[in-house]
C-alpha cells in the first residue's frame, strides 16, 4: 500500500501563513482598534543628551520605570472600560510620572513647586519600536501607537522617552530634576579623582581632595605632583 504524505503549504496573506522572522500580518487595521484593554503599562526611560553622554545613564538609573495608571486615560464608566480617552491624556501621563518617579526619588528636594518648572522643560515622545518612530506626545500620536502596539502584537515596544535636553546640565541648580543625576555625576568624578591622587601621593589629606569640586581635577593632580 502506497501511504500518501499530505503537505502544509503557507496559507495567503493574511490568513496565518507566515514565512520569515518578521511579525505576521497584523489581523486588523490598526485603526479600527477602539479597546484598548490589552495596554495595561508604558514604560518610560530618559532619551539620549549628546552634550553630557552619562546624563541619560544616571536619569534612567534614578527616574526611569513604568506608567501603570491606564485607567486614568480614559473616560469613567460603569463598568470601567478602555475605550473613549478623556480630554488630555497627555497631562495626566507627565503628571503621574513626576509625581509617582520624579518627586520621590529626587536627592536635593521633593518640594513639588521646585522641581515642576524643570519637569516642564522636558519633551515627551511615544514610539511602538520600528513600526512607530518617535513622535511628540500628543493625544492622537498616544492613541496611533497604542493602536499599532494592538494591531499587530508588539505592546513590549510601546515606550514613552523624556527628553533632557533643555536642562541645565552645565550649572548644578538646587532643586532640579537634572541636579539629582548631576549629583551623581560628581559624585563618581570626585571618587576618580581620589583614586588617581592617592596613587601620586597616598595619604594625602581630605581637604585637598574636596578641592576638586572647587578648581577641577587637572589643578588637585598638578598640585599634588609638586609636593
Known sequence: MQATMALAFPGAPGTGGHRGRGPAVPAANP???ADFEEITAVPFVFARHPPCCEARVHMNSVYSDTFMDMADLFAATVPPTSTAFVADPVTIVKDKIQDNSVIPNAVDTTDQTVITPSWARCSFLISTGNRCSNRRLTAATLKDAMQCAIAHDVTHDL?????????????????????SARSILEVKRKKSLMSAVRKQAPGVETTLLNKSLEVGSSTVLEETSSR
Open 31 to 33: 485603526r479600527t482598534i
Open 159 to 179: 515606550k514613552i522617552a523624556v527628553g533632557i535636553q533643555a536642562l541645565h546640565w552645565g550649572k548644578v541648580e538646587s532643586g532640579t530634576v537634572a541636579n
